[in-house]
């Protein structure tokens, strides 16, 4: 019995032991990953963005050239697509772990200001950790909610028409300044007819673009709170663009469904594509064609309700080095060494600093360039219009409801009526 | 030494019973049974009950992730059978069920009748045709699928043959869920190795007397096979719903996160998803996951009270 008694006691140990090593090495993996910083004062900051390979590897050029100016101060590189980036985002945030600098986007910004995740760098810009000053054609403006800066832009973007250069001049067609947009429907249709291709990939499911055809009808997409459009409006856009769809001057929406994420207008479905004009540097190497940037349709000859759209750089209104956070922001956004590596991946340069210190040299580059210039020059260029809470579930919905339109499974109208009430939803959210 | 010390301190005449020793004994046991059942266990409450009773409690509020969960009743679930977007994927996803369980079994079911065989290379013919049910689950197998059933691409170069040109699946609302059922079908592996466990227990004298009286192949897998492997064939029906109610990761991927086009792949769980990680609404998604729980429940109870008219068990025979 002694014998038993013996083995019973170092089973139950072992099982004891077992136990707590388990619950141990579960305590040990949950608290991994936090930020903090070590015995020598180094600290860590993650830092998060997202964006294709070639943006990771300049991004982390310009990662190893920070931490050769500060040494003390280490960054730890999170990135991913997009759409995996807000997932993860959303989650880390709530869970009151998001990275301490992430890359941000107009849409995002009063989401996670309401949400009390942003840290507001106006106090770390007056302490002498960041400076405000430099920023082009006022894009750091696009960084202010309520009177806060609580993103610093790295780029200025605006949307714009990329063409297939090749096809629009087998077609004869010239893309000019201040054209209309039934001069831009005329040009699909002598697409259509020469070349026996589709003059557009699908315009009326960007929420970006729309947003401009009501800023030149005097209206826009947001207001501060709301949508700044009826549905009747809604519904007449989509019903034209339908009719587009039928009668082949926009592209077969099952087409460009397939070639994802691969473009309609790099798999040759179609001449013509609205983007943001820093996007359009990705085609040439996905199309075999030449590609430019024309300009945006009007519905006065004037205004193409144009702004210039950034990509920012933000803090997490929790971390635990605000300081080293300014520091690293305002070396992203100033330092000419970070501009160069960088280029227009992210739109064109903010700061003069890092505009000055690019030049150009590829012809994709150098479009982007002259497209900014002509615009600015044109003086188009209005106030970016705001964005409220919701506005990225918006912007989904609204490409979802453009999409069902364009595959005749929804009315205009019944999805008009669709958007407005997911917008409500999404605003009270 | 301790114990020497301590054996006289027990009052001699005092003996403990057996029983008492024995009851001692296996409550030790028991409390080293638990030990060792406790890592399970804290698992079992921190990561499954835990987060249902929360999930149940999150049902009946509006939660944002950010905000503190706001108690709301029954609000999540009226909207939720309001919800144009729910409806939808309720009817995708029964769609999906109706469609790809019976094709899937009738196939795994198929198969196993021709692997039930004996024959040269029949390990590696059991090896290969269960080999899709191992990789299945897979991500790169749903790039995989849209790769193949895109515009152009084998499946439609493969149809036009024949001159059907739908022009690929992955981009047609009314093609698309076909590829997904598809690609389940394809994963029949598994109820096939059931099946096949389940023919090889049928009496071979059965058939031997049948053919005696004269019964055909169709005649002896009707009468035979079949009220034989009933109990194997409900399992599998049993399992194989449920798991289609269920599927999530190849709508995903074949539809490019999107679960459309025009919410052609919307199955209940790619809301759900939808719901929860885009739009923080995880008072909405809980609801719809609690609702699911339901259905599956209640599918589930018809499928056992139905058993009683078609599934032949041989002890109820005897």
């Not at chain 1, 179609?270 to 009007?298: K, M, Q, V």
């Not at chain 1, 590596?341 to 002259?370: C, H, S, W």
């Not at chain 1, 919701?390 to 453009?402: K, P, Q, S, T």
């Not at chain 2, 995903?252 to 459309?260: A, F, L």
Request: net charge neutral.
């Amino acid at each position: 019995m002694g014998t038993g008694r013996n083995v019973e006691r170092r089973t139950i140990l072992k099982a004891a032991g077992a136990t707590a090593a388990t619950l141990g090495l579960a305590a040990t993996t949950g608290c991994g990953g936090d930020s903090d910083s070590s015995g020598d004062g180094t600290v860590t900051l993650r830092y998060a963005w997202w964006g294709g390979e070639p943006r990771t590897i300049a991004i982390k050029k310009t990662i190893a050239l920070f931490e050769k100016k500060y040494p003390k101060i280490k960054i730890k590189p999170e990135f991913t697509d997009y759409e995996a980036f807000w997932e993860k985002f959303q989650t880390q945030a709530s869970g009151g772990n998001p990275p301490d600098v992430f890359q941000n986007a107009v849409g995002f910004l009063r989401k996670y200001d309401k949400r009390g995740v942003l840290l507001d760098l106006k106090s770390q810009a007056d302490a002498g950790n960041l400076s405000l000053d430099n920023f082009r054609n006022g894009v750091l403006a696009n960084g202010q909610v309520d009177g806060k800066q609580i993103a610093i832009p790295v780029g200025a973007n605006t949307m714009a028409l990329v063409i297939d250069l090749k096809a629009f001049k087998k077609a004869g067609v010239e893309a000019k300044f201040g054209w209309t947009w039934d001069e831009y429907f005329a040009a699909l249709q002598t697409i259509q007819d020469k070349l026996k291709i589709a003059g557009d990939t699908g315009y009326f499911s960007i929420m970006y673009l729309y947003d401009l055809y009501l800023r030149q009808n005097g209206k826009a997409f947001f207001t501060d709170s709301d949508l700044g459009f009826t549905e009747d409006d809604l519904t007449q856009w989509w019903t034209d663009g339908y009719k587009r769809v039928k009668s082949g001057l926009v592209a077969d929406p099952k087409k460009i469904e397939q070639v994802k994420p691969k473009s309609g207008l790099s798999a040759g479905l179609a001449a013509s594509e609205f983007t943001w004009d820093n996007f359009s540097i990705r085609y040439e190497g996905e199309g075999e064609s030449d590609y430019g940037l024309a300009p945006i349709p009007t519905t006065d000859g004037k205004q193409t309700g144009q702004y210039l759209g950034s990509l920012m750089l933000s803090g997490f209104s929790g971390t635990k080095h605000p300081k080293e956070v300014a520091q690293f922001i305002s070396f992203m956004v100033h330092d000419p060494e970070v501009g160069k590596i960088m280029g227009y991946d992210r739109g064109i340069l903010a700061t003069t600093e890092q505009y000055d210190a690019f030049k150009p040299a590829d012809a994709q580059n150098k479009g982007v360039a002259a497209y900014e210039d002509e615009v600015a020059k044109a003086g188009v260029l209005g106030k970016i219009t705001p964005h409220p809470s919701g506005a990225d579930v918006i912007e989904a919905a609204f490409l979802r409801l453009g999409g069902e339109v364009a595959q005749g499974k929804s009315k205009p109208a019944d999805a008009a009526k669709a958007l407005f009430s997911e917008a409500k939803a999404a605003f009270a959210g | 030494m301790t114990l020497v010390k301590e054996a006289p301190v027990r009052p001699a005449g005092k003996r403990p019973a057996a029983p008492a020793a024995g009851r001692r004994g296996r409550r030790r046991e028991n409390l080293a049974g638990y030990l060792f059942m406790s890592p399970w266990i804290a698992g079992f409450l921190l990561l499954t009950a835990g987060p249902m009773i929360a999930s149940l409690y999150y049902a009946f509020t509006r939660y944002n992730l950010f905000t503190p969960p706001e108690w709301v009743g029954f609000d999540n679930f009226t909207t939720m059978f309001h919800d144009p977007r729910w409806q939808k994927s309720v009817e995708v996803t029964l769609k999906y069920v109706v469609v790809a369980t019976p094709l899937k079994l009738l196939l795994a079911l198929g198969v196993a009748l021709l692997l039930a065989q004996s024959r040269r290379g029949q390990g590696l013919y059991r090896a290969a045709f269960y080999m899709p049910s191992l990789i299945g689950a897979s991500v790169s197998v749903g790039f995989v699928w849209r790769a193949l059933f895109s515009d152009d691409a084998i499946v439609d170069r493969t149809q036009k043959i024949f001159g059907v040109d739908v022009g690929g699946w992955i981009g047609n609302p009314d093609y698309v869920l076909y590829s997904l059922v598809a690609l389940s079908i394809w994963q029949f592996g598994a109820p096939m190795v059931i099946f096949l466990a389940g023919l090889k227990q049928v009496p071979r004298e059965l058939y031997e007397a049948a053919e005696v009286d004269g019964a055909g192949p169709f005649r002896r897998f009707w009468n035979i096979t079949l009220p034989m492997i009933s109990p194997v064939l409900f399992f599998n029906v049993l399992l194989e719903s449920i798991h289609a109610f269920q599927v999530f990761g190849s709508a995903y991927v074949v539809s490019d996160t999107r679960c459309g086009p025009a919410d052609a792949t919307l199955v209940y769980t790619c809301y759900l998803y939808q719901k929860g990680f885009k739009e923080a609404q995880m008072g909405f998604a809980a609801a719809m996951a609690w609702s699911l729980v339901v259905a599956v429940a209640l599918v589930t109870a018809v499928l056992f009270w139905s058993q009683k008219k078609w599934v032949h068990y041989e002890e109820a025979a005897k």
